[in-house]
């Protein structure tokens, strides 16, 4: 759903009303179901409208995007069946149930799709349009800098993007061209060698998201 200012308000209003009913039917059902069928049904019910077009939505502000943050950690809750209050009426912290669980949050989910569409951009695998949006430094200049090698010593290269300049400072930062560029750079350098396929990528890259959670 897009709205005229491009907040992606629209879109995760009607996104966490589909989510909040579907944490709904968890409640009734999780009390008939084991832990694993539980959580099956939330990558049904949850995961999948979360995942669904996040490249697009998924750099909205943190105003709105926190409304789906607060109803994954109701869910992580219930899955977990954490969701009764304490002694002190506090909740029980989320972080160590994503990362028991192994769910990653809606942020991480934006990046984990987002990176993957970078890697296959670089790595010409998907449709060619996007072969050209990703530029590596070394493709700007053929200087050897630190940021072209996870190890300068033994010449291991790495893949580090060149960050184009945006026209605008809201719209033009929140580009995946510009946006992506920075996300991938941030990530860590074993992550962006040049000699890692796409699986072994994807299966890295989510360890590493979630081995970031409080634990």
């Known amino acids: 759903m897009i709205d005229s200012g491009l907040s992606w308000q629209a879109q995760i209003d009607n996104l966490s009303k589909k989510i909040s009913r579907s944490i709904g039917l968890l409640y009734k059902i999780r009390s ?4 694993h069928i539980i959580k099956m049904l939330y990558y049904s019910l949850v995961y999948s409208h979360l995942t669904y077009a996040i490249e697009i939505w998924g750099s909205a502000d943190n105003i709105h995007l926190n409304r789906l ?3 994954q950690k109701r869910a992580v809750r219930l899955l977990s069946y ?15 149930l ?6 990653h949050k809606v942020c991480d989910i934006f990046k984990l799709r987002i990176a993957k569409f970078i890697f296959t951009s670089l790595d010409k695998s998907n449709p060619t349009n996007f072969h050209s949006w990703f530029k590596l430094i070394d493709q700007i200049h053929h200087y050897n800098t630190r940021s072209k090698y996870v190890d300068i010593d033994k010449s291991i290269t790495t893949r580090t993007l060149f960050i184009p300049t945006s026209r605008t400072t809201h719209y ?11 996300l991938w750079n941030n990530l860590p350098s074993f992550l962006r060698v040049d000699n890692l396929s796409l699986q072994p990528f994807l299966r890295n890259l989510k360890t590493y998201l979630i081995d970031l959670y409080e634990h």
Do not use: C, H, Q, W
């Open 32 to 35: 008939f179901v084991n832990k």
């Open 69 to 71: 943050v607060i109803l």
């Open 82 to 96: 954490s969701d009764k209050r304490r002694e002190d009426y506090s909740l029980t912290p989320s972080d160590p």
């Open 98 to 103: 994503f990362f028991k669980m192994e769910l």
């Open 172 to 182: 033009g930062l929140k580009l995946t061209k510009v946006l992506g560029a920075k």
